[in-house]
């Protein structure tokens, strides 16, 4: 009897660079503003680990929407 083969340990997902870049273009091509697009992005990054560029798109637009 064999033992079952052993399956490679993943390591944790975050945000890659892709998707953050991708996001902040997208941010900045519906005409936000640059440093508010990458804060937006790098605060999403930091609290969507794993996030997908739509995710991050999204996440950061919830950041930018204006609150009242």
Sequence with gaps: IEA???RPV??????TAGA???ALSALVNLGY???EAAAAV?????EN???ATPALIRAAL???APKG
């Design 33 to 35: 503003g640059q440093g």
């Design 49 to 51: 680990d794993g996030s």
């Design 42 to 46: 790098a605060q999403a990054a930091g």
């Design 20 to 22: 953050t870049a991708d």
């Design 62 to 64: 919830k950041l930018l």
């Design 4 to 6: 079952p083969a052993a």
């Design 10 to 15: 993943r390591a944790p997902v975050t945000a």
